[in-house]
């Protein structure tokens, strides 16, 4: 028997069930993973809360984790039994301690990055590349405007942009934030909490604002990542922390200087097996050679049976870049 978080309806962190079930054999095309750690992301929340309603109760959870391939499903020739791989696309089910993924959604982990590594990095470290190497391609030497900069996505962006050689304004909610975003990176950080964020914006670039704002936070910073942009400047929505951006104008975006928005997701720019590979080369290269750093505390890593309790930790604000759950 494995174990699993379900739940049965939406709600709070108290939905959350550690059940047992019987997995099934990996279908044609898939392989069967052995959980070594596994992934949270603010996703999950929406998905258990019911933003992004599940097709069928009971539902498993999660969809990243890096682990030991243990069964292999007909037709799958990439990857063996034994396979150290990590994946961050699958369907829902990666809290659990055995899991079945597409085979096309598994890449494999170097040696050189530990299973904890590589399930904290893999989803939010595809979401940094899809964003400053796809969604607008970061030049050396160009300033940006990145929103909760000292969140797990925020201080792989911070890494990543420094890395570039560009320079990452970061958006925290406190002075503590503010320098793990700056040791992550940033080159500047506006807490929100008492400073207006397209002003300072604008002090920091001699009136000139950005080109590109990557807001993941949504309801709450709309309008100032808006104010925070130059005329044709892109707004990149890709989250709602603080709840999603609805009943929009059009023509705030004229009145704003002809702005473009995007509401991009992975799955937006991960479509095949290839762009899988080419993504996570690129991130594992960074992580390997220490220009990004993934480690994650002792006291984001919970057991898997505490879920519940991770989920509270994560949406009470109270962590520091990526948390993990690790099977028993």
Same mark, same amino acid.
């Given at each position: ?44 929340? &929406?998905?258990?809360?019911?933003? %992004? ?7 498993? =959870?999660?969809?990243? @984790? #890096? /682990?030991? +391939? ?59 590349? &899809?964003?400053?190497?796809?969604? %607008? ?7 940006? =405007?990145?929103?909760? @900069? #000292? /969140?797990? +996505? ?24 503010a ?34 704002? &990557? ?13 925070? =942009?130059k ?18 104008d ?13 509401r ?10 290839q ?25 984001q ?28």
């Amino acid at each position: 028997m494995a174990k699993r978080i379900q739940f049965n309806a939406h709600g709070g962190p108290e939905v959350l069930e550690y059940v047992e079930f019987t997995p099934k054999d990996p279908a044609a095309g898939e392989v069967q993973i052995s959980n070594k750690a596994i992934g949270i992301n603010y996703i999950d929340t &929406y998905i258990r809360g019911g933003l %992004y309603p599940v097709p069928q109760f009971p539902s498993g =959870l999660g969809t990243e @984790a #890096a /682990g030991v +391939v243990t069964k292999v499903g007909a037709g799958v020739t990439s990857i063996e039994v034994g396979d150290r791989v990590v994946y961050a696309q699958s369907s829902l089910g990666a809290y659990s301690t055995v899991h079945n993924v597409p085979a096309e959604k598994v890449a494999l982990l170097p040696e050189a990055i530990s299973f904890e590594q590589g399930a904290a990095a893999f989803l939010k470290g595809l979401t940094v590349h &899809y964003l400053l190497r796809q969604t %607008y391609e970061i030049k050396a030497g160009e300033i940006f =405007l990145f929103h909760a @900069a #000292a /969140g797990g +996505v925020g201080q792989i962006a911070c890494q990543w942009a420094k890395a570039l050689g560009a320079k990452l304004i970061g958006t925290v909610g406190s002075d503590a934030k503010a320098e793990r975003a700056k040791q992550a990176g940033a080159w500047a950080t506006i807490n929100y909490q008492t400073e207006d964020i397209a002003q300072r914006v604008s002090e920091l670039t001699q009136g000139e604002k950005v080109s590109v704002v &990557y807001d993941s936070v949504g309801k709450s910073t709309w309008l100032a990542s808006l104010d925070s =942009l130059k005329k044709r400047g892109l707004m990149v929505s890709f989250g709602n922390a603080s709840g999603p951006v609805t009943g929009v104008d059009l023509g705030i975006l004229n009145q704003k200087g002809s702005l473009y928005v995007t509401r991009p997701s992975l799955n937006g720019y991960i479509n095949s097996h290839q762009d899988l590979l080419s993504a996570s080369h690129e991130l594992f290269s960074l992580i390997a050679s220490g220009a990004i750093n993934v480690d994650v505390p002792d006291a984001q890593k919970f057991a898997l049976a505490d879920a519940k309790k991770a989920h509270e930790t994560l949406q009470s604000r109270g962590t520091q870049g990526s948390s993990l759950l690790i099977p028993e």
